[in-house]
C-alpha cells in the first residue's frame, strides 16, 4: 500500500472511528442477575526474544555451516545441518522467517518511510550477505530451508550445458528485479507468493501452491537445486558477495593432483576445470569482442531501462489500485455485479473514482521510475554475464566457481587427498 | 533411465511450473475472484414491489458538516443539528439562522411558537427562534444518552436510551419525572434499548408514542408512563421490522401516521395510526449498504425529509 | 548384510513408500476437489429447505428435515477437515521414507564413475554461451517491449470528473441539489459562549463598528463588516480582518522598549525562524515556522506568552519527501496563517494545507501541488464565510482557489491569466457584495468569494509581485517596484483613477485609512500620499527598509522596519511622528492588534506589548 | 617476487571491492534500520474497516482460516432477536438449526435473564466467514467482528488475506498490541 493510500485511509479510518466511538460509550444494559461479562481471549503472537532466538540460531547455523566447509571439511556435518535447518526453519519455523523473503521488506522500507522493518528480518537479510563476503555461500549449503529440502532430493543429477546454465541465470535477476520493484511500490511481496516450499513447509497450503511445491522438488530430483540456480533471488545477491569472498571452500586441502574424481561430484556443474595449456592465448577476435560487449554494457543498461519504464502499463496492474481504476474505467458495467466484492467495497468506501485514479497514477509513476532502475540493473547484468564470457582468467587447478558453489563439500568428500 | 525421457519430462515440470505461477499471479484480480460463499442472503427482504412504494425523491440538501445530528422541520424551516451548531434554513436553502453549540446535540424539536428545543448527550436547552439561550436543563447522569425529543403542551419529553427511560421535563426546563415503560405484569421489561436508537413523538391527538426498540414495537403511553396500546409486527418483509432497536427513527404525521426509518436494511416507511403499512417512502437502493438509519422529519403536507448520514445531505421525498 | 540386500531392501522401500504417498496424495485430491464443487457449509438443498419454512413456519417434519441435513453437512466438513489433517501428516511421513530409501539406493549403487572427457573445448562452449546469453536477453527485453505497446495504460484517458460522486448510485438527474447558503446578511448568533469582548464589558463594542461601517464615512473603517460571524473584528489573518491592515482595536501602546522590557508584557521564545505574521483569536495566537525538515504550526496563550501546542505538519497525501528549493529570505513558512475562531489553517511553500482545531487537533491536510516558485510560496490565506481562499499563482500560472473550510475540499478553482505572485488576497465590499481582490502580473482582479467567477480585472501591474492590493472608500490599490502605484476603481469603464511611480514597494503592501494611502518601500522610505488624488503630502526616511506591512489601528500607523523600529505616525496630511520605540532585535512580521494589545514577532521571540 | 606483485594487486582489486560491499551491504542495513522501531510486526484486521466479505475464510494459507470472530461483549446488545445469530426472518427464536446463520454452529447462546442473551464463539469450528459478523454489524451494536488470532497465524510476511483485502482493512500492527477488539480497541487520533 503506497503511502498516500495510507494516509487517505488512516484519515476515513479516523472519521469511522469517531463515528464508532459514540456508539461504544453506550451503556449496557444493567443485569440483576449477577451475571459476569466474559472477555474475549487474546493469544498472544510469538513473542520478541522468541524471534531474537531465530536469530541467534541462524548465527549459529552459519557459523557452522562455515566451520564445517571450510575448517573441519566435513560433508556429513553439513549434511546433519542442513537436515536441522529444515527442520528448524523449514518445519518448526514454517518457511516464515526466511533471508530471501527479506529483500522485500529491505526494499519496502528504503521506498516507505511508514514502513518500519523488524529487526529480525534485517538480521535475516544481513547476515548470510555478509558471511557470503568472507565465506562464500555457506548459507546455501547449511541455514537456507528451501536449499536443504531440494538438496536433500537431488537423486540423479545430471549436467546442464552451460549455454543454458547461463542464460536461465537471467531468470533469477529478473525475478531479483521485479520483487524489488513490487516490494517498494507496496505492490506486494512475490517472493513469498511463490516461495514453493512454504506450502510442504506449512503441511498446509492452497492446493495448486503445493503442486507448485512437489513440481520443483521433481524437476529437483534431476536439475539439482532448481529453485537455488534459476529462481532464487536472493542468490543472485549471494553470488555477488561470494565472488569476492575472503574465504572459500576448496575442494583439496593442500596441492591438486588432478584426478578428476571432483568433476562428476558436484551436482550443480559449479567446478571450473584448469585452463587448458596447449590452448592457444585468446586471439584478437577476443579482443574484439571483449571491447564490443564492454561498448554494449551501457546499450543494455540504457536499451534495459527504457523498456522496464515503458513496460509499466502491464507491470503496475500488479498494484490493486491500479487494477481496480482500470477495470472501473474499461468496464463500467462491472460496478452493477454485486458479486464483484473489490468493486463494492470501492464503492461503498465512499471514494470517488477520481481519488483512485490519482492514487492509481502515482503508484503508475513509481512503476516508471522504478522502471528505470529494474530494466537498467537487468540489463547492466546482461552485460556484465555477457563479458564475463570473453574474460579469461588462467587456473591451474580443479576449483569451485565461487559465485555458482553452495559450499555443500560434495567434492570435498570425493577429494582422495585427505590432508 | 533414458535421457530423452528425463528431459521429455522435465519439459513438463517446467510448463506445470509456468501455469501455476502465471495463473495464480492473475487469479488474485478483482474481475477473476469469485463471489462471497458466504454472503449473507437478504434478497428476500431487499425485493419489495415497486408498486409498494408512492413517494419520490425530490430535492437534496447538502449538509456542510462532519457529523449531522438530527433535523425538525417547522413552519416552512429546516432545522439541522450537526457537529456544534444549529442551523435553519428555508426550503430554498437560505439561511436564516446559524448559531453555535456549547456541545453536538443528536436530536431537536421545535415548538409551535418556533421555540427549538435542543437534545445534548445528558440535557436539554431552549433556543428562541432567534438564536438565543432561554435555558438549558439540569445535566442528567453518566449513563444518559438523549436521543429524542418530544412535545406536549406544555411537557417536553425526552427519550434517554443510555438510561432505558424517558424523561419529562416543564417548558421552562424543570426536571419532573422519568419512567422506564416498567410494570408488574410478567414479561413486560419495559424499554429494550441495545443501541442509541431510541425515539418518541406526540401524535395529534396528543398521545405520546415511544419505540421499544427491543421488542420491535410502536408502545403508546399515558404521561404518567403507563403502557396503553402497543403496535408490533416483527417480521423481516416489508410490513414488519426486524433486525435489533428498529425503528430507529420515527416521525408522526399530521394525520397520525407513523413515519418509520430503519437500520440494518435502511428503509423508510409510513404506517397507519391503526399500525398497517400506509405506503413506502424509500427502499434500501436509495441508500448506502449497511448505512445508518436516516433521521426522519414531516412537514404538514406529508412531505419527508430524511437525513442522510453517511453522505451528509437532507433528502426530501414527495409523494408522487 | 551386504550391500545387494541393501540394495533390495532401499528399493522396496522406496517402491512402498511412492506407492502409499502417491494414494494419499490422490486420495487428498479427491477430497479438495470434493469440497471444492460442494462446500457442505452452503448446501443450495439447504437454502431450499429454509426457504420453505419460512413459508409454512409450523412445519415441524420440515424443521427436523432441515436439522439432520445440517447435522450431517457440518459432520461432513469437519470430517473432511480431519482428513486433510491427518492424509498431510501420513503424505509427509511416506515421503521421508521414500526419500531416505532413494538416497540410500542410489547412493550404495553409485560407483565413482570416469569423468566424461569434455566433449566441447572451452572457447567453443563459450561462443555458445555468448549467443544464447544475447538470444535470452534480447528475448527478454523484446517481449516486454512488445508487450508494453500490446498493453494500453486505461487510466492515461481518463478525465477526472470533478466532484464526481463515485460511491452510490448515479445520481439521479431530476433530484434537485441545493446548497445551503450562509448569506452575509445572516443573523450570527453567539448563543453560549459569550464573546471575550463582551466578558471584557464591551458588549455594543461589536455592533458599534459595525453600524459605523455601514456608514462607510469614519476614518478607518473602510473594511466591511458582518463576515461570518466575528471574523471581522478579530485580527484573524494577515494584515487583519479582510487583509486590509486597518484595525478597529483600541488603546494600542506607542511606547515601548523590547530591550529594557517597558511595556512588553510577556516575551515568548519562538522555536523556530519563519517569515509569517501572528494571527490573533480571542486569547490564542497562531504563527508557524518551517525549514527543510519540519514545518510547525504554533499556538500561544495570547494572554501569557505560554506555547498552548505545536503541531508538526506532516503525512500529507502529496507532499514532497524534500521541500521546494527555496531562497533564504523567504523560507518555506512565508504565508501568514487564518482561522476563522473554529480551526486555524496554514499554508506553506511545499503546497501543503492543514487545518487545526483551535485545541490543535488535525482536521484535514491536503497538498494543493507542489507550487514553481523560484523564492518559495508566500500568499497568505484568507477566509470568507466557509470560504478558504488561496492565491495560487506559479510560474505554472495563477490560479484562486476556495477551499471548503472544514472538509478541505476545492469548491471552486478560477485559473488566472497571471504569473507568479507573492502578494495575498483581500477582502472588499464593493457595491454591497463581496469580493476578493488579487494582485498579481499583469492584473489585479476581483472575484466573486461565492463562485470564484471574475467580476473585473486591470491589466496594470507587471514584474515580481509581492504588495497585496489595498481597499479604501471604493477604491482598489495595487503597487510594486519597477512598475507603479494604482488606484483602481472596479468596474468603471476607465478604471485607473490616478497613478504614480515615485515611491515603490516591494515586499510591504499599501494601506489606505483615512484618506490618505501609505506606502513603505524596502530601501526605507514611508510615504504618504492622498487617496482620491494621488497627492504626495510627505516622506520620511527610516534607518532600515521595510518588509513587514505597515498597518493602521487606534486612528494610527504602525511601521516597523527590519531593524526591529516601529515608526508610528498620526492619520494626517502633515506628518506627525507619535514614536519610535524599539524591539531590540530585527523583525520581518507584521504586527497583529487587539484592544489594548500590539503582538510583534521578532526573528526570535515573539512579544506582547500594552500599556501598564 | 614478480609473481607475488601480481597477486598481491588482484588481491588488492579484490578487498577494495570486498570493502565496498561491506559498506554498502552496512549502508542498506544502516538505512532500513533507520526505519525501525525494534518492535515485531503482525498483521490484524482492523474491525471498523472490515466489510465482512468472507475472503478471510477462503483466502487463509491455512484451512480453517486463522481468523475468527470474536465478541466484544462491551458492545454487545445482548439482544433476543440477534442479528448475529439468527437468519433474517428466522420462524422463531430458538436454536434450531433452522434458524441458526453460522454454517459450522460456531456462535452460542446462553439465556442470561430477561430478555438478556448472552452470544458465545466456539473458535473450534468458527471457520471466520464473517457472515455472523455482517448480520450484527448490519443490524445490530456490530460487537461481533473479526479478528487474526495469533495462535493460529503463521504472520506471513505478506498476509494473503491482506493482498485481496477488497476493504484493505488487514495491516500490520506492533507485536505488542496484536488485536483491535471493538470496545477496548480506539485508535489514536493524529494530534
Redesign the interface.
Known amino acids: ?1 503506497s ?3 495510507k ?23 444493567e ?3 449477577g ?1 459476569v ?12 526474544a522468541v ?1 531474537y532466538m531465530d536469530v541467534l540460531v541462524l548465527l549459529a547455523v552459519l557459523s557452522l555451516a562455515t566451520w564445517f566447509a571450510l575448517r573441519s571439511r566435513s560433508r556429513r556435518g553439513i549434511l546433519w545441518l542442513s537436515v536441522f535447518t529444515l527442520i528448524y526453519f523449514g518445519f518448526y519455523r ?1 518457511g ?1 522467517i ?1 533471508s530471501i ?2 529483500i ?3 526494499a519496502l ?2 521506498s516507505d ?10 538480521a535475516f ?2 547476515l548470510p ?2 558471511y557470503a ?1 568472507f565465506f562464500g555461500r555457506t548459507f546455501c549449503a547449511g541455514a537456507c530451508p528451501l536449499g536443504a529440502i531440494q538438496d ?2 537431488i ?2 543429477p ?1 549436467s546442464l ?4 546454465r ?3 541465470g ?1 531468470i533469477p535477476v ?1 525475478y531479483l528485479g521485479l520483487a524489488i520493484l513490487f516490494a517498494a511500490t507496496g505492490t ?3 517472493i ?3 516461495d ?1 516450499f512454504v ?1 510442504i513447509f ?8 503445493v ?2 511445491g512437489v ?2 522438488l ?2 529437483g530430483m ?2 539439482s537445486r532448481p529453485y537455488c540456480r534459476f529462481f532464487c533471488p536472493y542468490g543472485v545477491l549471494l553470488n ?2 561470494s565472488r ?3 574465504w572459500h571452500l576448496s575442494i583439496t586441502p593442500s596441492d591438486c593432483i588432478k584426478c ?2 571432483c ?2 561430484s558436484c551436482p550443480f556443474d559449479a567446478i571450473d ?1 584448469p ?2 595449456e596447449s ?1 592457444p592465448p585468446p586471439g584478437r577476435t577476443y579482443y574484439r ?1 571483449f571491447i564490443l560487449y564492454s561498448l554494449l554494457i551501457p546499450v ?1 543498461v540504457l ?2 531501462g527504457f ?2 519504464s ?5 507491470l503496475s ?2 498494484h ?1 489500485d ?6 472501473l ?3 463500467p458495467e ?1 460496478v452493477n455485479d ?21 492514487d ?2 502515482v503508484v ?1 509513476q513509481k512503476f516508471r521510475t522504478g522502471g528505470w532502475f529494474m530494466g537498467g540493473f ?2 547492466l547484468v ?1 552485460g556484465i ?2 563479458l564475463n ?2 574474460v579469461f582468467r588462467k587456473r591451474k587447478d580443479y576449483q569451485p566457481n565461487r559465485g555458482d558453489c553452495f559450499s555443500c563439500g560434495r567434492c570435498m568428500d ?1 577429494c582422495p587427498v585427505k590432508n | 533411465m533414458k535421457k530423452s525421457v528425463i528431459y521429455i519430462f522435465l519439459s513438463l515440470i517446467v510448463i506445470i511450473i509456468l501455469i501455476i505461477v502465471i495463473g495464480d499471479f492473475r487469479s488474485t484480480r478483482p474481475d477473476r475472484m469469485s463471489g462471497n460463499p458466504y454472503k449473507l442472503n437478504l434478497d428476500r427482504i431487499k425485493s419489495v414491489d415497486p408498486n409498494l412504494v408512492t413517494y419520490q425523491e425530490t430535492k437534496n440538501y447538502r449538509i456542510n458538516a462532519r457529523q449531522a445530528g438530527g433535523i425538525a422541520v417547522a413552519g416552512e424551516k429546516i432545522y439541522l443539528a450537526a457537529d456544534t451548531f444549529l442551523q435553519v434554513f428555508d426550503y430554498a436553502g437560505r439561511q436564516i439562522l446559524k448559531i453555535t453549540l456549547p456541545e453536538p446535540a443528536g436530536c431537536l424539536e421545535v415548538s409551535k411558537q418556533g421555540d427549538i428545543i435542543v437534545g445534548h448527550r445528558n440535557a436539554v436547552a431552549l433556543y428562541s427562534a432567534a438564536g438565543e439561550m432561554k435555558w438549558r436543563s439540569e445535566p442528567l447522569d453518566e449513563r444518559a444518552v438523549i436521543t429524542a425529543l418530544a412535545l406536549k403542551d406544555g411537557t417536553i419529553f425526552a427519550a434517554d436510551a443510555g438510561n432505558r427511560a424517558v424523561h419529562l421535563y416543564t417548558a421552562e426546563g424543570k426536571y419532573v419525572d422519568s419512567f422506564e415503560g416498567k410494570t408488574s405484569i410478567e414479561g413486560n421489561h419495559g424499554f429494550i434499548v441495545p443501541s442509541p436508537y431510541f425515539d418518541l413523538g406526540v401524535n395529534p391527538d396528543g398521545e405520546l408514542w415511544v419505540v421499544n426498540p427491543g421488542k420491535l414495537a410502536l408502545e403508546n403511553y399515558t404521561d404518567e408512563g403507563n403502557l396503553r396500546s402497543y403496535l408490533e409486527n416483527i417480521s423481516p418483509e416489508i410490513d414488519g421490522f426486524s433486525g435489533c432497536c428498529n425503528p430507529a427513527h420515527i416521525a408522526i404525521m399530521a394525520d397520525g401516521s407513523f413515519l418509520t426509518s430503519e437500520k440494518g436494511v435502511v428503509r423508510i416507511k409510513i404506517y397507519e395510526p391503526s399500525g398497517e403499512l400506509s405506503t413506502v417512502v424509500a427502499l434500501p437502493d436509495k441508500f448506502m449498504e449497511d448505512g445508518e438509519a436516516p433521521d426522519v422529519a414531516v412537514d404538514e403536507e406529508g412531505i419527508v425529509y430524511a437525513l442522510d448520514y453517511d453522505r451528509n445531505m437532507i433528502r426530501i421525498f414527495e409523494p408522487k | 548384510m551386504n550391500e545387494d540386500q541393501i540394495l533390495k531392501i532401499s528399493a522396496n522401500a522406496a517402491i512402498v513408500a511412492f506407492v502409499f504417498s502417491f494414494i494419499v496424495a490422490i486420495l487428498l485430491m479427491l477430497n479438495y476437489y470434493q469440497l471444492k464443487a460442494n462446500d457442505p457449509l452452503e448446501l443450495e438443498s439447504m437454502e431450499l429447505l429454509v426457504e420453505r419454512l419460512k413459508d409454512e413456519p409450523n412445519n415441524e417434519e420440515l424443521k427436523s428435515e432441515i436439522r439432520s441435513l445440517d447435522l450431517l453437512a457440518r459432520k461432513a466438513f469437519f470430517t473432511s477437515q480431519w482428513q486433510v489433517k491427518t492424509g498431510r501428516y501420513l503424505l509427509l511421513l511416506g515421503s521421508v521414507i521414500w526419500i531416505f530409501a532413494m538416497r540410500y539406493y542410489f547412493t550404495a549403487r553409485s560407483r565413482i564413475e570416469e569423468p566424461d572427457a569434455a566433449q566441447v573445448s572451452e572457447a567453443t562452449a563459450r561462443t555458445f554461451s555468448q549467443r544464447w546469453i544475447m538470444i535470452a536477453g534480447g528475448t527478454i527485453l523484446l517481449l516486454a517491449f512488445l508487450a508494453s505497446f500490446a498493453v494500453n495504460d486505461h487510466l492515461k484517458p481518463y478525465q477526472a470528473s470533478g466532484e464526481g460522486e463515485g460511491a452510490g448510485p448515479a445520481a439521479d438527474e431530476s433530484i434537485e441539489v441545493i446548497a445551503i447558503t450562509e448569506s452575509p446578511d445572516t443573523v450570527q448568533g453567539e448563543a453560549y459562549t459569550p464573546s471575550e469582548s463582551q466578558l471584557d464589558g464591551e458588549p455594543a463594542g461589536d455592533d458599534e463598528l459595525a453600524a459605523q461601517t455601514v456608514e462607510g464615512e469614519s476614518v478607518g473603517l473602510t473594511a466591511p463588516a458582518g463576515l461570518s460571524g466575528l471574523a471581522g473584528t478579530h485580527h484573524n489573518g494577515f494584515r487583519g480582518p479582510f487583509g486590509n491592515g486597518v484595525s478597529q482595536h483600541k488603546n494600542i501602546p506607542v511606547d515601548w522598549d523590547g530591550m529594557t522590557g517597558k511595556n512588553i508584557r510577556w516575551k515568548a521564545e519562538i522555536p523556530m525562524q519563519g517569515y509569517n505574521s501572528p494571527v490573533l483569536w480571542e486569547d490564542k495566537l497562531f504563527l508557524t515556522s518551517g525549514d527543510n525538515s519540519v514545518r510547525m504550526v504554533y499556538c500561544f496563550d495570547s494572554g501569557t506568552g505560554k506555547l498552548l501546542w505545536q503541531q508538526e505538519v506532516r503525512d500529507i497525501p502529496g507532499s514532497p519527501a524534500t521541500p521546494p528549493r527555496v531562497t533564504e529570505d523567504t523560507g518555506l513558512s512565508a504565508p501568514t496563517v487564518a482561522t476563522d475562531g473554529t480551526r486555524v489553517y496554514a499554508i506553506f511553500a511545499t503546497g501543503d494545507i492543514i487545518a487545526f482545531t483551535m485545541t490543535g487537533k488535525r482536521v484535514w491536510a491536503r497538498n494543493l501541488g507542489v507550487p514553481d516558485n523560484h523564492y518559495g510560496h508566500s500568499s497568505s490565506l484568507i477566509i470568507w464565510n466557509n470560504h478558504l481562499l488561496v492565491q495560487y499563482d506559479s510560474n505554472k500560472g495563477g490560479k484562486l482557489l476556495s477551499l471548503d473550510t472544514s472538509t478541505g475540499n476545492t469548491r471552486w478553482e478560477t485559473s488566472r491569466q497571471t504569473g507568479i505572485s507573492w502578494a495575498s488576497p483581500i477582502l472588499a465590499e464593493i457595491g454591497g457584495n463581496h469580493q476578493v481582490i488579487l494582485s498579481a502580473d499583469p492584473l489585479v482582479a476581483g472575484y466573486d468569494p461565492e463562485t470564484g467567477k471574475e467580476l473585473w480585472s486591470v491589466d496594470c501591474m507587471m514584474g515580481e509581485v509581492g504588495p497585496s492590493p489595498a481597499f479604501g472608500e471604493g477604491l482598489v490599490y495595487a503597487a510594486n517596484e519597477y512598475a507603479r502605484l494604482v488606484a483602481i476603481r472596479p468596474g468603471a469603464a476607465d478604471p485607473v483613477v490616478w497613478e504614480n511611480d515615485e515611491y515603490l514597494p516591494e515586499i510591504a503592501s499599501p494601506v489606505v485609512s483615512g484618506g490618505l494611502i501609505f506606502i513603505a518601500t524596502s530601501y526605507g522610505v514611508l510615504v504618504c500620499y492622498d487617496a482620491a488624488s494621488g497627492e504626495k503630502y510627505w516622506e520620511e526616511e527610516a534607518q532600515q527598509g521595510f518588509s513587514a506591512s505597515p498597518l493602521v489601528a487606534d486612528g494610527k500607523l504602525y511601521a516597523m522596519d527590519t531593524g526591529g523600529i516601529m515608526h508610528i505616525f498620526s492619520l494626517s496630511k502633515e506628518m506627525k511622528k507619535l514614536g519610535t520605540p524599539t524591539l531590540g532585535e530585527r523583525a520581518y512580521a507584521s504586527p497583529a492588534f487587539s484592544d489594548g494589545t500590539i503582538y510583534l514577532r521578532g526573528e526570535k521571540y515573539l512579544y506582547c506589548i500594552g500599556n501598564e | 617476487m614478480k609473481k607475488n606483485k601480481r597477486f598481491n594487486r588482484r588481491d588488492f582489486i579484490q578487498s577494495s571491492i570486498r570493502a565496498s560491499l561491506v559498506v554498502s551491504v552496512g549502508g542498506i542495513g544502516g538505512l532500513a534500520l533507520k526505519n525501525s522501531t525494534g518492535r515485531d510486526w503482525v498483521w490484524q484486521i482492523d474491525p471498523f474497516e472490515c466489510n465482512q466479505c468472507g475472503r478471510c475464510a477462503t483466502e487463509c494459507v491455512r484451512n480453517p482460516s486463522a481468523v475468527k470472530c470474536v465478541h466484544a461483549y462491551d458492545i454487545c446488545g445482548y439482544c433476543d432477536l440477534c442479528g448475529g445469530y439468527f437468519i433474517p426472518g428466522a420462524v422463531k427464536l430458538d436454536t434450531g438449526a433452522e434458524n441458526q446463520l453460522c454454517p459450522t454452529a460456531a456462535l452460542i447462546r446462553k439465556f442470561i435473564e430477561e430478555p438478556y442473551f448472552e452470544y458465545e464463539i466456539d473458535e473450534d469450528l468458527c471457520i471466520g466467514c464473517a457472515k455472523c459478523v455482517k448480520g450484527c454489524t448490519s443490524f445490530g451494536n456490530g460487537s461481533l467482528h473479526l479478528q487474526i488470532r495469533h495462535d493460529l497465524c503463521r504472520n506471513c510476511n505478506e498476509c494473503s488475506i491482506a493482498r485481496v483485502c477488497p476493504s484493505k482493512a488487514i495491516k500490520r500492527v506492533p507485536s505488542d498490541t496484536p488485536y483491535m477488539i471493538k470496545g477496548s480497541f480506539t485508535k489514536t487520533t493524529d494530534t
Not at chain 1, 38 to 45: D, G, L
Request: hydrophobic residues 45%.
Open positions: 500500500m503511502k498516500r493510500v494516509i487517505v485511509l488512516f484519515g476515513i479510518l479516523i472519521i469511522l472511528v469517531q463515528v464508532a466511538a459514540a456508539q461504544q460509550r453506550f451503556p449496557k444494559p443485569f440483576e442477575t451475571y461479562q466474559p472477555s474475549p481471549t487474546t493469544p498472544e503472537p510469538r513473542g520478541l524471534e514454517k516464515c526466511c523473503g527479506a522485500q521488506n529491505v522500507s528504503l518511510a511508514a514502513y518500519n522493518i523488524s529487526i529480525t528480518a534485517l537479510f544481513l550477505l555478509l563476503l536433500l532430493l537423486i540423479h545430471i550445458p552451460p549455454w543454458l547461463k542464460s536461465a537471467i529478473v506486494e511481496f512475490i513469498c507468493r511463490y514453493p506450502g506449512r503441511l498446509d497450503a492452497p492446493y495448486h501452491m503442486v507448485l513440481a520443483f521433481l524437476l534431476f536439475v555477488w558477495m569476492f569472498s575472503k578428476k574424481l568433476t562428476s576445470h585452463t587448458e590452448a569482442r543494455w536499451v534495459g523498456i522496464a515503458k513496460s509499466y502499463t502491464y496492474r500488479a490493486q491500479v487494477y481496480l481504476s482500470e477495470l474505467i474499461h468496464h462491472l454485486p458479486d464483484n466484492l473489490d468493486i463494492q467495497a470501492f464503492l461503498s468506501s465512499g471514494k470517488t473514482l477520481d481519488t483512485l485514479v490519482e492509481a497514477r503508475q537487468i540489463g546482461i554475464t555477457l564470457q570473453v570425493y
